[in-house]
C-alpha cells in the first residue's frame, strides 16, 4: 500500500530492527494527540511486529493504523477500555503466558494517565511480565513544555486530571488548588470546559495557560489571568471546541507570606529532624509545605549546624 507514511514504515524498520523486542511483553505505546505525524518511527515498527494489539477503542485504533498504512485485522485487536479492563487484562495475560507480543493504545497520547491502562499494567507486573514504555505524545508534557511555568528552582507540578463533575465537589478542588504553590495541571472536555473556566475564576489573578486542539490545525495557546477565562471563552464560539489541557502557574507569594512559610518550613523540619534521617525529614517537608527540596535541604543542614553548635559550647 502506497501512503504518505510508506518511507516512514520503510525508516522504522531500518532503524528498529535491529533493537531486541523482549518476547511475552506489554508495549505501552503513546499515540498521537491529532497530528499523525507525531508518531515516533519505534511506534510504528511496534505495531508491525506485535502479535497483538490491545485498544482503549479497536475501530479507532484501526482507523488510525490505516492512516499510517498498516493493517491491523479484527483478529488482532483486544478491546481493553474503563469498562472492561480486568476482562481485557486477563485476554492479555493470556497471550504474554504463550509468549506473544501485545502492544496497548489508549484512543491518544499516553495510556495510564487519565486514560486506561493503568489497571493492565498493574495485572500484567503481578503476573510477572514486562511492560515496556514506548514513549511519544503527551498533552500534558506538551503544554508545559510551552507554558513557561515549571522553572527550574521551583518543586515541579502537580497533575490533577479531570475535575469533578459535581459542583460541589468541584468548588472543593478549585480551594484546595488556591493554597497549592506549585504549578498544576488539569484537562477538560469541551462540554464541560465553560463549568470549569467560572469555577477556576475563584483563583483570581493567578496565571493559568490553556492549551486548546494541541498539535492540531487550529492549536490556540493562550496564558491570562485564571479569572478572564470564562469571559476569553464566551468571545468565540470556537474557543470552546476540542481538547483542553490547563496549567495553572506556581502560586507567587508576598513578602508577609514568604515569612510565614519560611516560618512553617521551619517548625516543620524540626519536627521531623530528630526522629528521620535528614533527606527523609526534607522530602516529607516538601510533601507537607510545597516548598522545593533545594531550599528544604539547605535549612535542615542550617538547623542541624545550630543543634550541632548548642550541643557543644564554645568553652
Same mark, same amino acid.
Given at each position: 500500500?502506497?501512503?504518505?507514511?510508506?518511507?516512514?514504515? #520503510?525508516?522504522?524498520?531500518?532503524?528498529?530492527?535491529?533493537?531486541?523486542?523482549?518476547?511475552?511483553?506489554?508495549?505501552?505505546?503513546?499515540?498521537?494527540?491529532?497530528?499523525?505525524?507525531?508518531?515516533?518511527?519505534?511506534?510504528?515498527?511496534?505495531?508491525?511486529?506485535?502479535?497483538?494489539?490491545?485498544?482503549?477503542?479497536?475501530?479507532?485504533?484501526?482507523?488510525?493504523?490505516?492512516?499510517?498504512?498498516?493493517?491491523?485485522?479484527?483478529?488482532?485487536?483486544?478491546?481493553?477500555?474503563?469498562?472492561?479492563?480486568?476482562?481485557?487484562?486477563?485476554?492479555?495475560?493470556?497471550?504474554?503466558?504463550?509468549?506473544?507480543?501485545?502492544?496497548?493504545?489508549?484512543?491518544?497520547?499516553?495510556?495510564?494517565?487519565?486514560?486506561?491502562?493503568?489497571?493492565?499494567?498493574?495485572?500484567?507486573?503481578?503476573?510477572?511480565?514486562?511492560?515496556?514504555?514506548?514513549?511519544?505524545?503527551?498533552?500534558?508534557?506538551?503544554?508545559?513544555?510551552?507554558?513557561?511555568?515549571?522553572?527550574?528552582?521551583?518543586?515541579?507540578?502537580?497533575? #490533577?486530571?479531570?475535575?469533578?463533575?459535581?459542583?460541589?465537589?468541584?468548588?472543593?478542588?478549585?480551594?484546595?488548588?488556591?493554597?497549592?504553590?506549585?504549578?498544576?495541571?488539569?484537562?477538560?472536555?469541551?462540554?464541560?470546559?465553560?463549568?470549569?473556566? $467560572?469555577?477556576?475564576?475563584? #483563583?483570581?489573578?493567578?496565571?493559568?495557560?490553556?492549551?486548546?486542539?494541541?498539535?492540531?490545525?487550529?492549536?490556540?495557546?493562550?496564558?491570562?489571568?485564571?479569572?478572564?477565562?470564562?469571559?476569553?471563552?464566551?468571545?468565540?464560539?470556537?474557543?470552546?471546541?476540542?481538547?483542553?489541557?490547563?496549567?495553572?502557574?506556581?502560586?507567587?507569594?508576598?513578602?508577609?507570606?514568604?515569612?510565614?512559610?519560611?516560618?512553617?518550613?521551619?517548625?516543620?523540619?524540626?519536627?521531623?529532624?530528630?526522629?528521620?534521617?535528614?533527606?527523609?525529614?526534607?522530602?516529607?517537608?516538601?510533601?507537607?509545605?510545597?516548598?522545593? $527540596? $533545594?531550599?528544604?535541604?539547605?535549612?535542615?543542614?542550617?538547623?542541624?549546624?545550630?543543634?550541632?553548635?548548642?550541643?557543644?559550647?564554645? #568553652?
Amino acid at each position: 500500500m502506497s501512503t504518505p507514511f510508506q518511507n516512514a514504515l #520503510l525508516a522504522a524498520k531500518d532503524i528498529v530492527s535491529g533493537q531486541t523486542l523482549p518476547a511475552a511483553s506489554l508495549y505501552v505505546v503513546a499515540s498521537p494527540i491529532g497530528n499523525l505525524a507525531d508518531m515516533t518511527l519505534r511506534a510504528l515498527y511496534i505495531l508491525q511486529v506485535m502479535d497483538f494489539v490491545a485498544c482503549e477503542d479497536t475501530r479507532h485504533t484501526q482507523q488510525l493504523c490505516r492512516s499510517l498504512g498498516l493493517e491491523l485485522p479484527a483478529s488482532q485487536c483486544i478491546a481493553v477500555h474503563q469498562h472492561n479492563e480486568h476482562e481485557g487484562a486477563e485476554r492479555v495475560i493470556a497471550c504474554l503466558r504463550q509468549g506473544q507480543r501485545v502492544a496497548y493504545l489508549s484512543d491518544a497520547g499516553t495510556p495510564g494517565v487519565s486514560d486506561p491502562g493503568a489497571v493492565l499494567t498493574q495485572a500484567v507486573r503481578r503476573e510477572g511480565f514486562r511492560v515496556i514504555p514506548i514513549p511519544g505524545v503527551s498533552s500534558i508534557t506538551a503544554l508545559l513544555s510551552v507554558s513557561g511555568a515549571v522553572e527550574q528552582d521551583n518543586s515541579g507540578f502537580v497533575f #490533577l486530571g479531570f475535575l469533578s463533575s459535581k459542583s460541589q465537589a468541584r468548588s472543593a478542588q478549585i480551594e484546595g488548588m488556591a493554597l497549592e504553590r506549585r504549578v498544576q495541571i488539569l484537562l477538560e472536555a469541551p462540554h464541560r470546559i465553560h463549568a470549569t473556566a $467560572k469555577a477556576l475564576s475563584a #483563583l483570581g489573578e493567578r496565571p493559568l495557560t490553556l492549551g486548546r486542539e494541541l498539535t492540531k490545525q487550529f492549536e490556540e495557546i493562550v496564558t491570562l489571568k485564571s479569572h478572564e477565562l470564562e469571559a476569553w471563552l464566551e468571545a468565540s464560539s470556537d474557543r470552546q471546541r476540542g481538547e483542553f489541557a490547563l496549567v495553572v502557574h506556581p502560586l507567587k507569594s508576598s513578602s508577609a507570606q514568604d515569612a510565614s512559610m519560611a516560618t512553617l518550613d521551619t517548625r516543620v523540619l524540626k519536627l521531623l529532624l530528630p526522629h528521620v534521617p535528614l533527606k527523609t525529614a526534607v522530602a516529607l517537608s516538601a510533601d507537607i509545605t510545597g516548598q522545593a $527540596k $533545594k531550599a528544604l535541604y539547605a535549612m535542615a543542614l542550617s538547623l542541624k549546624a545550630e543543634e550541632s553548635e548548642s550541643d557543644n559550647p564554645a #568553652l
